[in-house]
């Protein structure tokens, strides 16, 4: 499954960015899609992720500023960013999981990234 991401770039602090992510491939379903970021000299963590049901979870530091959603017709998964901070800065990766179905009998998992989207938070 391929994952194209867009929407990331420069902005001052306190202001917003909405990043889209676009799972495209056959015979495919997604369980979940999400977003993880990694700032420089630091490791890759959890931003939001969003079930194909709607359930949602984010890292504490951006509780009440970020709101995931998802289009399950269009594959594509949202992240609604405001306000942000300065601490926010990183590149973003977008993560689907699901099940790869291509045939009644053959079926297996898949979880795959995006190539990730810089953002920028200046002070």
């Known amino acids: 499954v391929q994952l194209v991401e867009s929407g990331g770039g420069l902005v001052e602090a306190g202001g917003s960015l909405r990043l889209s992510c676009t799972a495209s491939g056959r015979a495919f379903s997604i369980n979940s899609m999400g977003w993880y970021r990694q700032a420089p000299g630091k490791q890759r963590e959890l931003v939001a992720t969003?079930?194909?049901?709607?359930?949602?979870t984010y890292v504490d530091s951006v509780k009440g500023r970020f709101t995931i959603s998802l289009d399950n017709a269009k594959n594509t998964v949202l992240l609604q960013m405001n306000p942000l901070k300065p601490e926010d800065t990183a590149v973003y990766y977008c993560?689907?999981?699901?099940?790869?179905?291509?045939?009644?009998?053959?079926?297996?998992?898949?979880?795959?990234w995006g190539q990730g989207t810089q953002v920028t938070v200046s002070s």
């Open positions: 969003i079930t194909s049901h709607g359930e949602t």
């Open positions: 993560n689907a999981e699901g099940l790869i179905s291509p045939t009644v009998e053959s079926h297996w998992r898949f979880d795959d």
